[in-house]
């Protein structure tokens, strides 16, 4: 497609049950980012990634959180054991290198209920 | 590490009126500033960026200007629109970094 691609738009789901958020970026970016959005806040970053390799994870607030990149294209952001305060829309973007303008998706919104 | 800071959180505007938002950052080593605009349920999308070798970057009605002495970069609209409505989010960076460093947003209001 033309632009970043996530799915699911929104997903509910109960405490303590693992969620799959999946990217699929602009063809040819070689960069990868996520980012989460809590309710009115700014932006949190999660993770980069160049190609398939993640040099930065620093933003991942907890050993639940993990993700991976195949084929230096879609990227998936997994959670497990969710918990209520991981409810937010979590942002994907890409870019073409760097630096270079970062081009986001839609967004995931996740409700932990 | 690098730190930017964004004012107001919230500007309301007589439509027609002009907006401006203004940025603080902590590293003097940072040249690249972009601006991004999020309206409601969509992602963030860049409306305009400034490097560190312009002092002032226009598209239209909307302008950046950077000033690298007192380290702040501000976002001026002029004309608002009611389709001006929506968070804008500032940031900065090194052109050798991946990451950009946000700001925490201004929610633009336009009252008719």
């Known amino acids: 497609g033309a632009g970043v691609s996530q799915s699911p738009s929104n997903k509910v789901t109960e405490k303590g049950k693992d969620v799959e958020l999946r990217c699929d970026p602009i063809?040819?970016?070689?960069?990868l980012y996520w980012y989460r959005q809590s309710l009115g806040q700014g932006l949190e970053f999660l993770i980069y990634f160049q190609g398939n390799s993640a040099p930065d994870k620093s933003g991942l607030p907890s050993d639940r959180f993990s993700a991976e990149r195949t084929g230096g294209s879609v990227s998936t952001l997994t959670i497990q054991r969710t918990q209520q305060e991981d409810s937010a829309v979590y942002l994907c973007a890409s870019s073409q290198g760097f630096p270079g303008e970062l081009f986001f998706g839609e967004g995931s919104r996740l409700t932990v209920l | 590490g690098e730190n930017v800071e964004q004012h107001p959180s919230t500007l309301s505007v007589q439509e027609g009126d002009s907006a401006v938002i203004k940025c603080t950052y902590s590293d003097s080593a940072s040249n690249y500033f972009p601006w991004y605009k999020q309206e409601l349920g969509k992602g963030p999308q860049l409306i305009i960026d400034?490097?560190?070798n312009v002092g002032e970057k226009k598209d239209q009605r909307i302008a950046v200007t950077l000033n690298k002495t007192a380290k702040h970069f501000s976002l001026h609209i002029t004309e608002t629109q009611p389709e001006d409505s929506a968070v804008y989010f500032c940031?900065?960076?090194?052109?050798?970094?991946?990451?950009?460093?946000w700001g925490a947003g201004t929610k633009l209001i336009i009252k008719p």
């Open positions: 400034i490097r560190s």
């Open positions: 063809s040819g970016h070689t960069a």
């Open positions: 940031a900065a960076r090194l052109d050798s970094n991946y990451q950009l460093i």
